[in-house]
């Protein structure tokens, strides 16, 4: 059974910092490329952010400069590291594990993310 699990949204202060976390099981996790998604109520889920298994990252415009993808194969686990920031960040986020060489996808259940001033 395959497994995507966040963790660490919640409420922060604009200027803030939250590092949102994606546990994966029942996976091999270094065979999939990694993705953050993120959606408010009524609207479409957008994507926010990616990482290979090789360590390389895709930002959306919205959150460039301000967000930091990572990942740690040997934890089977996806970060987002989210600094400055503002209400429009405001959504929940959701963890994507995409298979590099077919068409298998799995996502997390969301966490929420509230920034409010």
């Known amino acids: 059974q395959v497994t995507l699990v966040e963790s660490g949204g919640g409420l922060v202060q604009p200027g803030g910092s939250l590092r949102l976390s994606c546990a994966a099981s029942?996976?091999?996790?270094?065979?999939?490329?990694m993705h953050w998604y993120r959606q408010t109520p009524g609207k479409q889920r957008d994507w926010v952010a990616s990482?290979?298994?090789?360590?390389?990252?895709n930002y959306a415009d919205s959150v460039k400069g301000r967000s930091t993808i990572s990942r740690d194969n040997a934890k089977n686990t996806v970060y987002l590291q989210m600094n400055s920031l503002k209400p429009e960040d405001t959504a929940v986020y959701y963890c994507?594990?995409?298979?590099?060489?077919?068409?298998?996808?799995?996502w997390g259940q969301g966490t929420q993310v509230t920034v409010f001033s």
């Open positions: 990482i290979t298994d090789g360590g390389s990252t």
């Open positions: 029942g996976i091999t996790f270094s065979l999939y490329t």
């Open positions: 994507n594990a995409r298979f590099n060489f077919g068409t298998l996808t799995y």
